[in-house]
Structure formats: C-alpha cells, structure tokens
C-alpha cells in the first residue's frame, strides 16, 4: 500500500468551514470597531472646529467666527490671514473625514458672534451612527439623526 501525500478533500472543506465560521464572529466585531474609531474621530474634528473658531475669534475680532472650513485653513501660512488662518489640517477643511462629513453653519452676526459645528455619517450606519454638533458654548453634542441645527435638545458628550 502506497502512502498518501497531501489532504484529503474532506481535510480541506473542514478548514475552509473553520475559517468561514471564525469570518462570520470576526466581521461584525470588525464594523462595529470602525464605527466606533470614525466616531471618535468626529467628536476630535469638532473639538479642533470649536479651538479653531475660538483661536480664530481672537485673532480676528473685527470679523468674528470664521464663516468656512477654509477660512480655518489655508496652505500658504505666511502670514495666516482672515481668509487662510492655518488652524486646521487640510483633511478636515476638505469637510471629510474619517468617513464623517463636516459644515460650519449658522454662522451670524457682523462681526460673527455664532456658529455651529456639524459632523454627520457619509454612510449612516456604516461610517457612524451618530451625529456630532457643537456651537459657540464649545459644547460636544450628539443626536442619533442627522443634525441640522445644534441646539440644548442633543445630547452633550459626557
């Protein structure tokens, strides 16, 4: 009798099934990991958008909060102006990231003495769950639905 070299086709499908069922708990934990890391990630982008706006202020007292993502901005920092004031990554300014999207709104006043701060899912459910707002209280704030206007009904981050 001549010994058998190799697996049997019965000794590979079992593989096959172990590593299919170790995929099927795998993924899920996966997702839910990189829901939660895109979460964290906005909630940092708005705290910056809520530094930045404030640092912006300072600097520029006659127009107030900055109006755009690319007002906090810019690529050619010498000197930072009103219109490009270095404050934030170009990552952010573009207005996504880390599958979250990103808008400066209400921003009102002359000069600016409000703004709010939006980061909502680009994929609800899949990029992120919840949305993040904050205004000029620098407040965090979430809400499980898309965000339009931030106010004291979303629940602050604790």
């Known amino acids: ?47 910056t958008l809520n530094t930045a706006q404030i640092s912006y202020n300072s600097a520029y007292p006659t127009v107030g909060f900055a109006a755009t993502l690319s007002s906090l901005s810019g690529t050619a920092c010498a000197p930072p102006t009103s219109t490009g004031a270095c404050l934030i990554d170009t990552q952010l300014s573009s207005g996504t990231k880390s599958g979250y999207s990103f808008a400066l709104s209400n921003v009102t006043g002359s000069p600016a ?13 899949q990029t992120g769950v919840r949305s993040f707002c904050s ?20 629940t602050p981050l604790q």
């Open 1 to 47: 009798m001549r010994k058998q070299k190799g697996f049997s086709l019965i000794e590979l499908l079992i593989v096959v099934a172990i590593i299919l069922i170790i995929a099927a708990i795998a993924i899920p934990n996966l997702l839910r990991a990189r829901i939660a890391a895109n979460e964290s990630s906005a909630v940092a982008s708005v705290r």
């Open 135 to 154: 205004f000029a209280d620098a407040v965090v704030r979430y809400n499980m639905a898309a965000i339009t206007t931030c106010d004291t009904t979303q």
């Open 113 to 125: 003495s409000t703004y709010m701060a939006i980061g909502t899912p680009l994929t609800p459910n």
